[in-house]
């Protein structure tokens, strides 16, 4: 069996009062994703634990069916999918424009999306420079879209803190070693020859020609860098090696680019439509078109219903919701029995209160010839908690759906020198 796993990114949510104290999923018209539920197995899904609220990056990976001891960080993805060749050694951060005042002594934050053309943050970028602070090599590399990779080289360690505190009207933090740190001289180092560079940069733009002009246009300045997602690449074993599965990604980011890459998925990108409805249409058809082209197992994401969240818009979130619905009429159809169905998501974003993302699990479903079918009849955050899943972690989804597509190796055999949770498509035969 073959298998299409549908992540549709933050789509849990909480009670909203405006929404008479549903989730948008719940008070949503989804005729068809209750369908699904009603032709599946469902339950409850918590990527890492339960009260954990991850990243679509965590997230995915351990839903790929590695562990966090395995997680490089989200740099490395972010830096890979830029599409910059990364070695083994050095440290890689994203590093955003953002506008910050001084405040106190401080920097505060004033916006973290500023709206600024291409050609004024690369002229920007021009202008930061490579550095070279007590033995740490810092180098930062502009991409796109306000954001760029700082590389750092000359014994240095990932254990360090953001300086980006992921909000407006707060101020910029300072980077500190984990307290946790492997090398705590290397973390303590690196945190402060970075806090030094970033220092630099900002009186850099702060005096920058660009920067006076945007304010007496009475546009905010781009006059800091905020960084995050402090990562050393590591060596992973490949999807293919650890599931028999040869996969693929239908998406559209920078982050999955890169996460596609280092676990050996090959990547198809869409970039997104206007329309909520025909983007996610497309993407289901490109799907069936990758399995026509020999793979088996596809991955297909969406970020819409996160991005819907985060305007912190319930009824917004709702709306959008059931346009993504709308896509899902045919899918019975146009997928075979031979075709195990997986639709859940990464996390719950909630679309009111402050936080980005939070800890409650997310619905899932699955359909197949394989699956003993529950009395679930809507697919919701309440409903699937009565599903014959129960409850599930992120770690346990792959070895779910190895079981469902046959796929699973008898416990404790030894068939090939690699242990892996799959019947290995190939064996080395005993000759005489």
């Given at each position: 069996?073959?298998?299409?796993?549908?992540?549709?990114?933050?789509?849990?949510?909480?009670?909203?009062?405006?929404?008479?104290?549903?989730?948008?999923?719940?008070?949503?018209?989804?005729?068809?994703?209750?369908?699904?539920?009603?032709?599946?197995?469902?339950?409850?899904?918590?990527?890492?634990?339960?009260?954990?609220?991850?990243?679509?990056?965590?997230?995915?990976?351990?839903?790929?069916?590695?562990?966090?001891?395995?997680?490089?960080?989200?740099?490395?993805?972010?830096?890979?999918?830029?599409?910059?060749?990364?070695?083994?050694?050095?440290?890689?951060?994203?590093?955003?424009?953002?506008?910050?005042?001084?405040?106190?002594?401080?920097?505060?934050?004033?916006?973290?999306?500023?709206?600024?053309?291409?050609?004024?943050?690369?002229?920007l970028a021009k202008d930061i420079?490579?550095?070279?602070?007590?033995?740490?090599?810092?180098?930062?590399?502009?991409?796109?879209?306000?954001?760029?990779?700082?590389?750092?080289?000359?014994?240095?360690?990932?254990?360090?803190?953001?300086?980006?505190?992921?909000?407006?009207?707060?101020?910029?933090?300072?980077?500190?070693?984990?307290?946790?740190?492997?090398?705590?001289?290397?973390?303590?180092?690196?945190?402060?020859?970075?806090?030094?560079?970033?220092?630099?940069?900002?009186?850099?733009?702060?005096?920058?020609?660009?920067?006076?002009?945007?304010?007496?246009?009475?546009?905010?300045?781009?006059?800091?860098?905020?960084?995050?997602?402090?990562?050393?690449?590591?060596?992973?074993?490949?999807?293919?090696?650890?599931?028999?599965?040869?996969?693929?990604?239908?998406?559209?980011?920078?982050?999955?680019?890169?996460?596609?890459?280092?676990?050996?998925?090959?990547?198809?990108?869409?970039?997104?439509?206007?329309?909520?409805?025909?983007?996610?249409?497309r993407r289901l058809e490109a799907?069936?078109?990758?399995?026509?082209?020999?793979?088996?197992?596809?991955?297909?994401?969406?970020?819409?219903?996160?991005?819907?969240?985060?305007?912190?818009?319930?009824?917004?979130?709702?709306?959008?919701?059931?346009?993504?619905?709308?896509?899902?009429?045919?899918?019975?159809?146009?997928?075979?029995?031979?075709?195990?169905?997986?639709?859940?998501?990464?996390?719950?974003?909630?679309?009111?209160?402050?936080?980005?993302?939070?800890?409650?699990?997310?619905?899932?479903?699955?359909?197949?010839?394989?699956?003993?079918?529950?009395?679930?009849?809507?697919?919701?955050?309440?409903?699937?908690?009565?599903?014959?899943?129960?409850?599930?972690?992120?770690?346990?989804?792959?070895?779910?759906?190895?079981?469902?597509?046959?796929?699973?190796?008898?416990?404790?055999?030894?068939?090939?020198?690699?242990?892996?949770?799959?019947?290995?498509?190939?064996?080395?035969?005993?000759?005489?």
């Open positions: 069996m073959k298998v299409l796993f549908v992540t549709l990114d933050g789509l849990g949510d909480r009670p909203a009062p405006e929404l008479d104290g549903k989730t948008p999923l719940e008070i949503a018209h989804t005729p068809n994703l209750n369908k699904l539920a009603s032709h599946g197995i469902t339950g409850l899904l918590n990527s890492l634990s339960p009260g954990i609220a991850p990243g679509s990056d965590t997230a995915h990976f351990v839903l790929f069916g590695y562990s966090l001891d395995e997680f490089p960080g989200r740099g490395v993805f972010e830096a890979v999918g830029e599409g910059i060749d990364l070695n083994f050694e050095d440290v890689v951060l994203r590093a955003s424009f953002a506008s910050v005042a001084e405040e106190n002594g401080c920097l505060k934050i004033a916006s973290r999306g500023i709206g600024a053309e291409e050609e004024v943050c690369r002229e420079l490579d550095d070279e602070i007590e033995g740490v090599n810092i180098r930062f590399v502009y991409n796109s879209k306000r954001q760029g990779i700082i590389f750092l080289s000359g014994g240095v360690s990932s254990d360090i803190t953001d300086s980006d505190p992921f909000c407006n009207d707060l101020p910029v933090i300072k980077i500190q070693p984990m307290l946790d740190a492997k090398d705590k001289e290397k973390a303590k180092a690196t945190a402060h020859a970075l806090n030094t560079y970033l220092r630099k940069v900002y009186f850099k733009l702060k005096d920058h020609p660009i920067n006076i002009e945007r304010i007496k246009r009475g546009l905010p300045p781009l006059n800091f860098l905020l960084t995050k997602w402090a990562s050393r690449r590591k060596r992973l074993t490949s999807f293919s090696d650890k599931f028999g599965f040869k996969a693929a990604m239908v998406t559209s980011s920078v982050l999955f680019k890169g996460m596609a890459s280092e676990i050996g998925m090959d990547f198809i990108e869409l970039p997104y439509l206007e329309d909520v409805h025909k983007d996610m249409k799907a069936k078109k990758v399995f026509e082209d020999g793979y088996d197992f596809v991955h297909v994401h969406t970020k819409v219903p996160d991005e819907a969240a985060h305007t912190k818009k319930p009824v917004f979130k709702k709306e959008v919701i059931e346009k993504l619905d709308e896509a899902f009429g045919s899918i019975l159809s146009e997928f075979d029995d031979d075709i195990l169905i997986v639709v859940t998501s990464d996390h719950s974003t909630p679309s009111s209160g402050s936080l980005i993302h939070s800890g409650e699990p997310v619905p899932i479903v699955i359909l197949g010839k394989t699956v003993r079918v529950d009395d679930v009849k809507e697919f919701g955050e309440r409903t699937c908690l009565c599903g014959g899943l129960g409850r599930i972690d992120g770690h346990n989804l792959m070895n779910i759906i190895l079981n469902f597509t046959d796929r699973a190796k008898y416990f404790g055999s030894r068939s090939v020198p690699l242990d892996t949770s799959h019947r290995p498509s190939m064996i080395n035969p005993f000759r005489i």
